[in-house]
């Protein structure tokens, strides 16, 4: 194992003990042959006391039967973590190992504390399923989902979680964002996680290391060749960090419920999508376990395999127009045999494409029910392209629909995507909207320089003289951009404003705070001291930047939406 000294990797690694993360092994040897446990390990790489006990009873009458749950245990902490040196990149992931029994709040603390890996929260979370090995897409609809994968996860503020490994979907995702890593804003770090199997990872060997404090500042080398025959699998070198998951049974699968509940647990504060490309039997049934979460779906279109029959099969019956007809085909056994016979051509490269094509059929048929179809949307691809992120959305306003707050959760998506066009067309349709619902989205549009909404927002009723209040003008110059000119004027001219060289404020989000006499001094100036504007005036000038924090950073109501508010609570404290 090579370790690699770097002068930007992160300290995470000592810290890590305090989530007591276990790794896992098998402690009750099976076996038929003398060389291969039924956990599918050699039995000489089991630890020497469990071989010893194999080898005093190998010989009686002692149980022969393996079962996983009984015969695998936590083993201790774990000694894989910290930070990967891909060969032939710059990236240092970070990576742990643990045990498949692992409480998922400790992986949420893992994830966003800053002492751990720091994460910034994510508003979506979008989920790739699919098929493991190659996916073959044509370059146009390659590029297209590409494109429109990292704007999606841009746009969205997204986490996105895979499988983590060095094929099928997880690699496509990886290619996405390295691929366009040069068009993104670098204030924009977009995280891919991937939660693989331990067992199931080639060499992971080379990340274990001993409990140096020193070591775990350091990045162990990762080398991304492995010999053709081998099945087991290689890390993706595009994803940001890994959770590899030991469940002490070498073979595939074994992160699956534990990623199904660390994303459960990151859906409860965070809108979420599954992305589906490819994928064979148990993809389908993931489709189903999800929307039985009403958790919304997209499938690429032409991805293969599974796809072939379940888009065909969602195509079909969305394409209907009354609920009647819709039951009527989902009765109607020939349109489940051409499912089934798209199916079979779409594992036809595969071993045994009938039964594949059957167990999967039978997940389709499980998820294809009338109130589930809004959960399901297909990503069509129109001349060899496919606009994905507008699936995704389009994915993400349908969940809603059903839901008690849905104008307001669309149309927040909407505005996040800035969707204009959706806004308009889709969510503006009925008059009888309350205005009061607009202000904090009228908030948002100015902060994010979304003139388009602003403008429709006033078209559909919304008075400025009722939403401009002292209050939300005092926190929309609190939200300017530091690189704005407004801002490198008040840093100019404002004998008042702090800097960086000044005391600072200990605010949460460690910014200036700008007052209504900071915002005076620059009118002022602006019309050459011409006049004095009245924010340099009593009682604006009076209102310090405590009190300014308490109205503005703190979301306080203590100073009330008017004018009058702020002005009586300064007379009675000055």
């Not at 589930?372 to 993400?396: F, P």
């Not at 607009?438 to 919304?462: C, D, P, R, S």
């Amino acid at each position: 194992m090579r370790i690699y000294p770097d002068s930007h990797i992160d300290s995470d690694g000592p810290n890590l003990e305090k989530l007591g993360f276990q790794k896992k092994r098998c402690k009750y040897i099976v076996s038929s042959d003398k060389i291969v446990c039924c956990c599918l390990n050699k039995i000489i790489y089991h630890d020497p006391s469990v071989i010893q006990e194999y080898n005093l009873r190998k010989n009686s009458e002692s149980s022969n039967k393996w079962d996983k749950e009984v015969c695998t245990e936590d083993a201790g902490p774990t000694d894989a973590y910290g930070k990967i040196k891909f060969t032939d990149t710059e990236n240092f992931p970070s990576y742990v190992r643990v045990s498949n029994k692992t409480n998922e709040n400790k992986l949420i603390s893992l994830l966003f504390d800053d002492e751990y890996w720091g994460l910034k929260k994510p508003e979506l979370i979008i989920s790739v399923t699919g098929g493991a090995e190659k996916i073959s897409l044509n370059q146009k609809l390659k590029d297209a989902f590409s494109k429109g994968l990292v704007e999606a996860a841009v746009t969205t503020n997204a986490l996105v979680t895979s499988g983590g490994t060095y094929g099928g979907c997880m690699k496509l995702v990886g290619e996405a964002f390295k691929e366009n890593a040069l068009s993104l804003d670098p204030n924009k770090k977009i995280n891919l996680l991937g939660i693989a199997d331990w067992c199931a990872i080639f060499n992971n060997s080379d990340l274990i290391r001993n409990n140096n404090p020193d070591q775990s500042r350091k990045a162990v080398e990762y080398n991304l060749i492995k010999p053709r025959a081998e099945k087991k699998s290689l890390l993706d070198p595009n994803h940001t960090h890994f959770i590899l998951v030991d469940d002490g049974y070498h073979y595939f699968g074994g992160e699956m419920k534990l990623r199904a509940k660390l994303e459960a647990k990151l859906r409860e504060t965070a809108k979420t999508v599954v992305l589906v490309l490819g994928g064979g039997p148990n993809t389908a049934e993931s489709i189903f376990n999800a929307i039985s979460e009403r958790t919304p779906c997209v499938i690429l279109e032409s991805s293969g395999e599974m796809e072939t029959g379940f888009s065909y099969a969602i195509n079909r019956i969305k394409n209907l127009s009354t609920e009647k007809e819709q039951s009527s085909l989902l009765e109607n056994e020939e349109f489940w045999n051409e499912v089934r016979r798209r199916l079979v051509n779409g594992f036809i490269q595969k071993k045994d494409p009938e039964t594949r094509a059957e167990n999967t059929l039978k997940s389709i048929k499980k998820s294809l029910k009338l109130e589930n179809l809004h959960l399901l949307t297909v990503c069509r691809s129109r001349n060899g392209r496919a606009e994905l992120d507008v699936a995704i959305l389009e994915a993400l306003l349908s969940a809603e629909k059903n839901t008690s707050n849905n104008f307001e959760a669309q149309l927040k998506l909407a505005l996040n995507w800035n969707r204009i066009d959706i806004a308009r067309n889709y969510l503006f349709n009925d008059e009888n909207i309350d205005i009061n619902l607009l202000k904090n989205f009228m908030t948002t549009a100015l902060i994010q320089n979304k003139h388009e909404f602003v403008e429709l927002f006033l078209e559909k009723g919304l008075s400025l003289r009722s939403f401009l209040t002292h209050r939300r003008l005092l926190f929309l110059y609190n939200k300017i951009p530091k690189n704005s000119l407004f801002q490198k004027m008040l840093d100019k001219h404002s004998n008042n404003v702090l800097t960086k060289d000044k005391i600072k404020k200990k605010t949460d989000d460690k910014k200036n705070i700008i007052t209504f006499e900071h915002i005076g001094e620059v009118l002022t100036k602006l019309v050459d001291y011409s006049f004095e504007h009245k924010f340099k005036k009593s009682p604006y000038s009076n209102i310090e930047k405590d009190k300014v924090q308490e109205i503005v950073i703190n979301d306080s109501n203590k100073y009330g939406e008017k004018l009058t508010n702020v002005i009586d609570r300064v007379k009675l404290e000055n």
